[in-house]
């Protein structure tokens, strides 16, 4: 995505991306979403987005929030992009790539297929081309590669779509026509824990991680 909107930019040239540290990630944001947290429980009811967006407007008197409300155009897929390039672990110098220990990425309108990379702050940054081997010429990256994720909106698995529907009758009537508007697919798996299907990155194991803290504190 990045790459995209720097060789599409007419003046940009570069494009550095810093990690927050872990455990140093409060933005002023936070307290905003603490706010609106606290709102809520002011709320009798909240059945659609609306109702959700006027709490949001309501929960600071002093420079209220701005909320805009997003639409289809505003989710763009980088599938066309994804299929000009490779996912690779392993660096020009042949060194191991740590994605998830990333702590910054550079990218230069001059290298369109490389990602520099480094991992702590004094390092210095390791070279990654993203560019297939058996690529004959240079794919352009671009906006134009850009396309829209859901441009009829986006559905939701079937499933819950009928458990919503047979909760209509507990439904307000004023609110039924959003819960009608919806649209369900079967072939989308409900994504409980918000990662989604075909994530590309390994996902730690809370249970393990949490055994190997009661040991390390000597707590059965």
């Not at 994804?82 to 994605?99: A, H, L, P, Q, S």
């Not at 906006?143 to 559905?155: A, F, Y």
């Amino acid at each position: 995505m990045m790459k995209s909107v720097l060789n599409s930019h007419a003046t940009l040239k570069t494009i550095r991306l810093k990690y927050l540290e872990s455990g140093h990630t409060f933005l002023p944001n936070d307290t905003d979403f603490s706010k609106i947290e606290s709102q809520l429980k002011y709320h009798d009811r909240i059945y659609t987005a609306k109702e959700y967006i006027n709490v949001m407007k309501s929960c600071k008197k002093k420079k209220p929030l701005e909320v805009f409300r997003m639409k289809t155009t505003d989710f763009l897929s980088s599938n066309k992009i994804e299929k000009k390039i490779v996912y690779r672990k392993v660096c020009v110098t042949k060194n191991k790539i740590n994605w998830l220990k990333t702590k910054e990425i550079l990218i230069e309108k001059e290298k369109p297929y490389s990602i520099f990379m480094k991992t702590t702050e004094s390092e210095e940054f390791q070279e990654l081309n993203i560019k297939k081997r058996k690529e004959q010429k240079s794919l352009e990256i671009s906006d134009e590669d850009l396309t829209l994720l859901w441009p009829n909106g986006k559905e939701i698995p079937q499933v819950k779509l009928d458990d919503l529907k047979s909760m209509f009758d507990l439904i307000p009537k004023d609110c039924l026509a959003f819960y009608k508007s919806l649209k369900g697919n079967k072939n989308i798996i409900d994504d409980v824990d918000g990662y989604g299907d075909g994530i590309d990155f390994p996902v730690e194991d809370e249970t393990e991680e949490t055994e190997t803290e009661a040991n390390n504190t000597g707590f059965p």
